[in-house]
């Protein structure tokens, strides 16, 4: 008596909703990219080819025309930086600030910033665009 099973598993793998998983994510995280604004100030940076290990918990921005901004917030006097920078950094063990200078921006000013951060023992980065 030959029995045969009526039920063939199949070897077969249907990749169609594999793809379309991926695509979808694909489309996704290619829309959520362009949400993020990282550094909405507009800056001419300098350039360089290193970079720091180290990752600042807040950024100061001078633009050109010589307006402070504390993460995107605007600062209106040199106390005022600093009293933000206090507060931002207060429970920090490694407290440090990625300075974003645009290229015209006078070297006096960029000093006032890092004599804050040297009085307040933060440590300060200073962020450069990749030379191309």
Same mark, same amino acid.
């Given at each position: 008596?030959?029995?045969?099973? +009526?039920?063939?598993? /199949? ?8 793809? %379309? *998983?991926?695509? *979808? ?18 800056? *001419? *940076?300098?350039? /360089? ?10 950024? !100061? /921005?001078?633009?050109? %025309? $010589?307006?402070?901004? !504390? $993460? ?11 009293? +933000?920078? +206090? !507060?931002? $950094? ?7 600030? /990625?300075?974003?200078?645009? &290229? ?16 307040? &023992?933060? &440590? ?9």
């Amino acid at each position: 008596m030959a029995l045969k099973s +009526r039920n063939k598993v /199949s070897a077969e793998f249907n990749m169609s909703s594999m793809s %379309d *998983l991926v695509f *979808l994510l694909l489309i996704f995280f290619m829309i959520t990219s362009t949400l993020v604004a990282p550094n909405a100030l507009k800056l *001419l *940076l300098p350039q /360089s080819n290193s970079q720091a290990p180290s990752k600042p918990q807040t950024t !100061v /921005s001078i633009t050109a %025309d $010589l307006q402070f901004f !504390v $993460l995107d917030q605007p600062v209106n006097s040199m106390e005022e930086l600093e009293n +933000r920078l +206090r !507060v931002a $950094l207060a429970n920090e063990t490694d407290p440090t600030v /990625s300075l974003h200078v645009d &290229k015209s921006v006078p070297m006096e000013q960029v000093v006032k910033v890092m004599n804050i951060a040297k009085d307040n &023992k933060f &440590k300060v980065i200073l962020a450069t665009s990749p030379i191309k």
